[in-house]
Each structure stands twice: as structure tokens, then as C-alpha cells.
């Protein structure tokens, strides 16, 4: 009696298109026993088509493969950028600085030189960029946006390590509240926004007029 009702089980899993291999798993029966049972009741050629597209070996293989040719792509034109772009010097950093500024730097708060992003490598870059216009680090002032979910200790120390900077160098964040419902950090603002800041007047109209001067002689 119950081999009869394995068997009936076997057959409604088959017309409702399992696999040998799903049926196995659900009822422990072995491929050669549901061989047996179910030569009578083949899968349609739509059924099949579904089972091969929903194999999770066949998705893992193509996700496999995809990546695969991602990466491939990726790293030719890396390569290919490499060798166009050739030997950075310094003079190509300190003028790449200037066009950073041009785009996203702060330009109407006065006498101050500012950048505010999520990247901590865009923002390195602008920290090393202020260096090579004679700028101290302890001169430099860090105001993290941060939320009122984030663990406000552990996002300061992160950007301090990021930015390779000391905590004296960060001021009171600002916070906003969470809301329910709304983007919050979650996702690119995973470790907030930071605003790095050097107020001097010297330095801001120096480089206003450098981005002026650059217009000049581009557009």
C-alpha cells in the first residue's frame, strides 16, 4: 500500500514537470525505481526547456561565464586605458585637482576650499591634491552627514582611517534623523557623506582663477 502511494505521489510530481532529480529529493526514491514508474508520463519539450533553464547549475554556470566575460572586458580596456594614459607626474595630478574642483568642488561659501562626496578615494585624491598646494593636514577640517541609524563613533573612525587623518582634524557631525520608508545610508551613502575643508582666502581665490585660467585656454 504505501509503495502504490509513492508511486501515485511520483506520478502527480511528473505532471506537474519535476525532474527525476526533484522527485528523488522530495520522496527519496531512487532514478531507477521512478524510471520505472514514470517511462509513461515524458516531460513536453516546454517542460524540459523550463527545468534546463532553472537549473541551478546550468543559472551558476551562466553567471559563471558572464562574469567571466565582464571581467575580461573590463580588464582589456584597462589595459587599453593604461596605455594611452601612460606615466602620471605630478604636474598631471596637480592640474587633474583643478578640474576636479571645476566640478565638484565647493564655490560659492567664502574664502573656503571644500569637497563633499561618499567616495573616500575621490576624496583622497583631493587631499593629496590640497598637499601639493602647500596645504598642512592639520589645517583641514572634516564634517561628516551622517544618519541618525549609523553608529556615529565607528562611521568617524572610518573616514579617519580613509582619509588618513587625525580624529582632532573632524568636527561635530551633522545627523539627520532616520525615516522609516525613505533612502536612508543604506546602499551609496553606506558610510555617509564627508566634506573635507580648508578655509583660507589665499587658497580659494588661487584656485578659482586657476579654474578660470583653465576655461580660458580649453572652451
Request: aromatic letters at 12%.
Amino acid at each position: 500500500m504505501a509503495r502504490r502511494e509513492e508511486r501515485e505521489k511520483a506520478v502527480q510530481l511528473r505532471l506537474q514537470g519535476k525532474s527525476y532529480s526533484e522527485i528523488k529529493k522530495t520522496l527519496g526514491i531512487s532514478k531507477s525505481t521512478l524510471s520505472g514508474w514514470l517511462y509513461k508520463y515524458p516531460l513536453s519539450k516546454a517542460q524540459i526547456r523550463e527545468l534546463r533553464d532553472l537549473n541551478p547549475r546550468r543559472i551558476e554556470k551562466f553567471r559563471n561565464t558572464m562574469r567571466k566575460k565582464r571581467e575580461d572586458r573590463l580588464q582589456k580596456a584597462y589595459l587599453y586605458a593604461k596605455t594611452k594614459i601612460g606615466r602620471l607626474r605630478k604636474r598631471d595630478v596637480f592640474l587633474a585637482g583643478f578640474f576636479l574642483y571645476w566640478a565638484e568642488g565647493t564655490k560659492t561659501t567664502k574664502y573656503t576650499t571644500a569637497l563633499t562626496n561618499t567616495d573616500p578615494d575621490m576624496l583622497k585624491f583631493f587631499i593629496k591634491w590640497l598637499y601639493l598646494l602647500g596645504i598642512n593636514k592639520d589645517k583641514l577640517k572634516i564634517r561628516l552627514h551622517l544618519y541618525s541609524d549609523m553608529d556615529i563613533k565607528k562611521q568617524t573612525i572610518f573616514w579617519s582611517r580613509e582619509l588618513q587623518l587625525p580624529l582632532a582634524c573632524f568636527r561635530k557631525p551633522y545627523v539627520k534623523e532616520s525615516k522609516s520608508g525613505r533612502a536612508t545610508y543604506k546602499g551609496r551613502f553606506g558610510q555617509g557623506t564627508c566634506n573635507v575643508v580648508f578655509e583660507n582666502r589665499d587658497i580659494h581665490d588661487y584656485v578659482l582663477m586657476g579654474i578660470k585660467y583653465l576655461k580660458e585656454r580649453i572652451i
